[in-house]
Structure formats: C-alpha cells, structure tokens
C-alpha cells in the first residue's frame, strides 16, 4: 500500500476519533503521523496547537501552584521566628504600666513593671557608687560639674559634646532610666504588633551605652514570667562617637544582664566613629542585614546639623536595612516642634501631619507611632502641676534619687517620665 494511502487512512482515522470525542485514540493517531513524516493536515495543526496550548497551561499552573505553596511555607516559616503576643502578659503590661490610650497616637504611661525596674535600678546604682569610690570627693565634684553641665546644654537647646570623663555615668544618673524605660515600651508595642523577631539583628545609630539593647533585653525579662521565651538571638551593631559611653554601657550590661537567669543571647559589634563621617570611614555596615535600624534621640537642634544628619540616615537606611526590615525613630516632643518652628498644641491632625513630614523627610514610610506622655495633654504643663502630677502618680526613682540630690543638690525626687514620640517607618 503506498504512503499517500495510509497517510489519507491515517487521516480519516484521526477526524473520525475527533467526532467520537475519542481524544486518547486522536493522540496516538496525531503521533504516529508525525512519526511517518507526512504533513499535518488543517486540521492536525490546529489539534496539535491545542494540546500544546493545554500543556502549556498545566506547567503553568503546577508552577503557580508550587510557587503558592513556597509562599505559604515560607510565610509559616517567618511566623514561627516572630515573637507570637500573648493576651495575658499584654493584659499585665497595660495594667501595670497603666497604659491609657486617649487617642489613636496619644498614650498615657504613669506605671512602671517595677519587679524589672527596681532591681535594674538598685544594681545600676551599686555600679555608680563604685565608680565613685574610686575617685578623690575634690576631684569627683569637679568631674560632675563639668559633665553636668555639658549634658544640660540640652535644655537649652544645644547639642552636647559628650566628652567629659564621667559624661556616660552623669548619663546614667539623669536620663539612662528614663530612655531604657522609653525603648522598654517601643520593644512592646512592636510585639504586640506581632512584628518582633526571634532572630534580631538590630543597628543602633547614636547608641550612646546601648539604650535600645537594654530596653529589649529588660523587656525580654518581663515576658520570661509569662511565657517560654524561645531562643532569641540578637545581633547588636552599636555605632557611637564616645567610646567611653560604649564601654561604661558593656561593663554594666556584663554586671548586670549576664547575669540574669535568662540573660539574652546577643552579640555585641562596636563601631566607635562620628555619624558625619560615615561616607568616609564607615561604609563597612553590613548591607541589607538589619531588621531594626533604631534612632533615638539623636536629632540636633541646629538645623545645618539636623539636615546634615538626616541625609546620612538616609543613606544608611537605603544601604543597611533589609527588604523586609523597620526603622525605629525615637524623638522628644519638645525637639520634634522645635525643628518644624511649631507650637505644640492639642490637635492630633497637627501632630500627625509633622510626623509624617519628619519620616517623609528621612524617605520612609510610615508604619505607625504613638506619642508617649505622662500626662493626659499634648501640651506642656506648668511646672508646679507637673510636679504634683509627679509627686502623686508617677513611678519614683527610688534608689537613683538619693545620688543625684546627693551630687547635685537636687530637692525633688526623680521620676519616670515619658514626652517622646515612638515612630515605626519602613523603606517604601
């Protein structure tokens, strides 16, 4: 029989299994008519295109399929390295800090976890006591005026030099329990936001002695009562100026935190260098590593400064923060106004327009923040209202009181005071 005989049997074949709807047999037919080398028919082609269409949809569907799956997984992966918020110890939190939600942005703390707080101020007071002792009463005196006065320049709104010997131990004293505290309540809303990972590695910009690693690692302790903590692991980079903040901030951390039950597995990485010369002399911050980069309270008050600064926090943001990574802004409400030339009124709309031009300023986006006060109004309070709002509702600094009116004759008795504003941002 010649080949145009079987190819047009073949073919008659192949329309006939066509309109028995016998598809199978229609495949088999297509194949070994190819097989022959004769020409596709018409007909053949378009079958032929349609089952190359089909295939081409179930690859890519499996694809779709798998890629979703992928997703998924690695999306329950994430989850299971994210430090998961229990109800309870949030209940304790709001109770014992005695949180007060006024608005949506505008949080009232006038409590404190003073089970964390008191033994961190006893053993903080006992490292400064030594420090002291081992210093002449004349010399002492003079040491602490000076840096004293150094750090006071704040309230008069100049940028400090930080550069006495005992600038980091009048640090101590004045306002390292207050900005612990501070950074202790940014850790928690970041976990009760379900945002606060087991695996941390934070860059600390202006690290001073390392506030924002005790704020966490304080904060860790207040969870370990209510819950397994499972193995946190936190990558510390500290980038400060003063080398002797960074070492006064180490040799407590190692006094007091290591030696905690349950101290927090982190690993500590000092770069001592000057924020303005970055570009020059460090460019070695890992890239794209961190999950935080964190700034807090280190905004200046001269303009050309701020300007200056912010264009380098900028550049490392773009350079150091991973894709999936926040930026953790912390600024007083007095320095806040002040850089925008604005009179802090009680209007939340204003509030929030100047937050979102300061993060709009950095090229963030904002995530969310909440301004934390301890008293129930945006603006300012007289001083002796404050007073008595201190006196009969805040947290007292029981053992740190009794040094700071001993060297600086303070009459009052400090206490745990908030006015900042915690801002989460992310990369847009």
Same mark, same amino acid.
């Given at each position: 029989m010649s080949n145009f005989i079987i190819n047009w049997w073949r073919s008659q074949?192949? !329309?006939? *299994?066509? $309109? @028995?709807g016998d598809t199978r047999s229609a495949v088999q037919i297509l194949q070994e008519i190819k097989k022959s080398g004769a020409n596709f028919s018409w007909? #053949?082609?378009?079958? @032929?295109?349609?089952?190359q269409l089909e295939r081409t949809f179930q690859?890519? !569907? @499996?694809? *779709? #399929?798998?890629l979703r799956k992928q997703l998924t997984e690695t999306s329950q992966q994430?989850? +299971?390295?994210?430090l998961k918020p229990d109800t309870e110890f949030i209940t304790y939190i709001n109770k014992g800090c005695k949180l007060l939600q006024h608005d949506?942005? $505008?949080?009232q703390v006038t409590g404190i976890d003073e089970r964390i707080f008191e033994d961190f101020e006893i053993r903080l007071v006992e490292y400064l006591q030594e420090e002291f002792s081992k210093i002449s009463d004349k010399q002492l005196a003079i040491k602490l005026e000076d840096a004293l006065e150094d750090i006071n320049g704040l309230k008069m709104g100049k940028d400090p030099d930080y550069r006495f010997s005992l600038t980091p131990h009048v640090y101590f004293m004045k306002y390292f329990l207050e900005n612990v505290y501070c950074l202790y309540l940014a850790w928690f809303l970041i976990y009760q936001d379900d945002l606060l990972p087991t695996k941390l590695n934070i860059l600390d910009i202006a690290a001073g002695p390392g506030t924002t690693a005790y704020g966490l690692a304080l904060f860790l302790q207040s969870c370990s009562s209510f819950f397994n903590i499972p193995q946190m692991h936190v990558s510390y980079y500290s980038l400060e100026k003063q080398d002797a903040f960074?070492? @006064?901030?180490?040799?407590?951390?190692r006094r007091y935190i290591e030696s905690c039950i349950s101290p927090v597995n982190t690993y500590f990485r000092f770069v001592t260098d000057d924020i303005f010369t970055w570009n020059e002399k460090s460019n070695n911050i890992p890239k794209k590593f961190?999950?935080?980069i964190v700034i807090s309270h280190c905004f200046f008050n001269d303009t050309v400064k701020n300007q200056e600064a912010n264009k380098i926090y900028k550049q490392i943001f773009a350079q150091s923060l991973n894709n999936e990574g926040y930026v953790l802004l912390i600024v007083q409400d007095k320095k806040l106004f002040k850089i925008y030339n604005t009179q802090k009124l009680e209007d939340k709309n204003q509030e929030k327009n100047l937050v979102c031009k300061f993060v709009a300023e950095l090229e963030l986006e904002l995530v969310?923040?909440?301004?934390? +006060?301890? +008293?129930?109004?945006?603006i300012p309070l007289s001083a002796a209202k404050f007073a008595k709002l201190a006196r009969e509702k805040l947290p007292k600094q029981v053992y740190m009181s009794p040094i700071i009116q001993k060297y600086f004759r303070q009459k009052y008795e400090s206490s745990y005071t908030l006015d900042d504003y915690i801002i989460l941002a992310k990369k847009p």
């Amino acid at each position: 029989m010649s080949n145009f005989i079987i190819n047009w049997w073949r073919s008659q074949q192949f !329309k006939s *299994a066509l $309109k @028995r709807g016998d598809t199978r047999s229609a495949v088999q037919i297509l194949q070994e008519i190819k097989k022959s080398g004769a020409n596709f028919s018409w007909l #053949e082609k378009l079958f @032929r295109d349609k089952l190359q269409l089909e295939r081409t949809f179930q690859e890519n !569907k @499996r694809d *779709a #399929e798998n890629l979703r799956k992928q997703l998924t997984e690695t999306s329950q992966q994430k989850s +299971t390295f994210l430090l998961k918020p229990d109800t309870e110890f949030i209940t304790y939190i709001n109770k014992g800090c005695k949180l007060l939600q006024h608005d949506e942005y $505008k949080l009232q703390v006038t409590g404190i976890d003073e089970r964390i707080f008191e033994d961190f101020e006893i053993r903080l007071v006992e490292y400064l006591q030594e420090e002291f002792s081992k210093i002449s009463d004349k010399q002492l005196a003079i040491k602490l005026e000076d840096a004293l006065e150094d750090i006071n320049g704040l309230k008069m709104g100049k940028d400090p030099d930080y550069r006495f010997s005992l600038t980091p131990h009048v640090y101590f004293m004045k306002y390292f329990l207050e900005n612990v505290y501070c950074l202790y309540l940014a850790w928690f809303l970041i976990y009760q936001d379900d945002l606060l990972p087991t695996k941390l590695n934070i860059l600390d910009i202006a690290a001073g002695p390392g506030t924002t690693a005790y704020g966490l690692a304080l904060f860790l302790q207040s969870c370990s009562s209510f819950f397994n903590i499972p193995q946190m692991h936190v990558s510390y980079y500290s980038l400060e100026k003063q080398d002797a903040f960074q070492y @006064r901030g180490l040799q407590f951390w190692r006094r007091y935190i290591e030696s905690c039950i349950s101290p927090v597995n982190t690993y500590f990485r000092f770069v001592t260098d000057d924020i303005f010369t970055w570009n020059e002399k460090s460019n070695n911050i890992p890239k794209k590593f961190f999950d935080f980069i964190v700034i807090s309270h280190c905004f200046f008050n001269d303009t050309v400064k701020n300007q200056e600064a912010n264009k380098i926090y900028k550049q490392i943001f773009a350079q150091s923060l991973n894709n999936e990574g926040y930026v953790l802004l912390i600024v007083q409400d007095k320095k806040l106004f002040k850089i925008y030339n604005t009179q802090k009124l009680e209007d939340k709309n204003q509030e929030k327009n100047l937050v979102c031009k300061f993060v709009a300023e950095l090229e963030l986006e904002l995530v969310w923040y909440k301004y934390l +006060t301890s +008293t129930d109004s945006r603006i300012p309070l007289s001083a002796a209202k404050f007073a008595k709002l201190a006196r009969e509702k805040l947290p007292k600094q029981v053992y740190m009181s009794p040094i700071i009116q001993k060297y600086f004759r303070q009459k009052y008795e400090s206490s745990y005071t908030l006015d900042d504003y915690i801002i989460l941002a992310k990369k847009p």
